[in-house]
């Protein structure tokens, strides 16, 4: 008796390992496509094991050939993503706000939210000027770099907004201080935005704002982003009014009152 137990016990250790090494794999071909050799040594695992859970990934559309390349993500995971984009409350919400902003800036508009210490987005829209902002659905930034990452943590307290400064204060491009962070931040917290002024990626501008929820708890934060040459620092605090507006209007569909 003691043995089956042990046996099952075993079988169902084996089948969580073997799961998980396959969503190392999935994730592994996120950031572009990636051959055999290649994903046995972004996950550490062995060559034929790799070789055995791409076969299974293929056969179910997560991976697919690409070309010569290797193999990137396959049409099942496309599929997936969508289905999740659209039974995201916060996110079918916020699209037609986001859309129609983008419509009247022109600009790339994107809808992120916290998880864990980054930021992740959640919806973007792109720019209809001949510019390319390279965040995606699903990918993540830095909190302390952003201007969605500063619209999240505006009711963080100074001592959280110290401890992120001394955690990440190396990914920001431009230098500052501490207490030229906190002065920024209260600004910020006070005006009820935040900017990126290329502490992210240099030539990138953003004008962000804080979505809040029923509770007036910031659950999410939207942004209007461009480069230097359309993102003056003008046309910044022109934004700004035109951001927070979206921002409240969603809120407000989020069941927060005035």
Same mark, same amino acid.
């Given at each position: 008796m003691t043995n089956s +137990?042990?046996?099952?016990? @075993? *079988?169902?250790?084996? @089948?969580?390992? #073997?799961?998980?090494?396959?969503?190392?794999?999935?994730?592994?071909?996120a950031d572009g496509p990636l051959s055999i050799s290649g994903i046995a040594q972004k996950t550490g695992i062995t060559y034929g094991t790799a070789h055995r859970i791409v076969s299974v990934l293929l056969q179910r559309h997560y991976l697919k050939p690409d070309g010569g390349k290797g193999y990137s993500l396959g049409r099942k995971v496309l599929e997936l993503g969508f289905m999740a984009f659209h039974q995201t409350g916060l996110t079918r919400i916020s699209h037609p706000f986001l859309d129609q902003l983008a419509r009247d800036t022109l600009d790339t508009v994107h809808l992120a939210? +916290?998880?864990?210490?980054?930021?992740?987005? %959640?919806? !973007?829209?792109?720019?209809?000027?001949?510019?390319? +902002?390279?965040?995606?659905?699903?990918?993540? *930034?830095? &909190?302390?770099? #952003?201007?969605?990452? !500063?619209? &999240?943590?505006?009711?963080?307290?100074?001592?959280?907004?110290?401890?992120?400064?001394?955690?990440?204060?190396?990914?920001?491009?431009?230098? +500052? #201080? %501490?207490?030229?962070? &906190? @002065?920024?931040?209260?600004?910020?917290?006070?005006?009820?935005?935040?900017?990126?002024?290329?502490?992210?990626?240099?030539?990138?501008?953003?004008?962000?704002?804080?979505?809040r929820d029923?509770?007036?708890?910031?659950?999410?934060?939207?942004?209007?982003?461009s480069t230097l040459e359309y993102m003056g620092a003008e046309r910044m605090h022109a934004l700004i009014p035109v951001v927070k507006d979206v921002a409240a209007q969603i809120s407000a569909e989020l069941g927060m009152r005035a």
């Open positions: +137990i042990d046996k099952e016990n @075993t *079988k169902k250790a084996l @089948t969580s390992q #073997t799961l998980v090494r396959g969503l190392d794999v999935v994730e592994a071909v939210r +916290i998880e864990g210490d980054s930021v992740i987005y %959640l919806d !973007k829209i792109s720019s209809q000027r001949s510019v390319e +902002i390279s965040s995606r659905i699903g990918g993540r *930034k830095p &909190l302390i770099s #952003t201007g969605v990452g !500063k619209a &999240l943590i505006l009711d963080w307290s100074e001592k959280e907004w110290a401890e992120l400064y001394h955690r990440d204060a190396s990914l920001l491009r431009e230098k +500052i #201080t %501490l207490a030229q962070w &906190l @002065t920024l931040l209260r600004g910020y917290a006070q005006g009820g935005y935040s900017f990126d002024l290329g502490e992210d990626v240099h030539a990138i501008r953003c004008v962000a704002a804080p979505v029923g509770s007036r708890k910031i659950v999410a934060a939207i942004s209007v982003s």
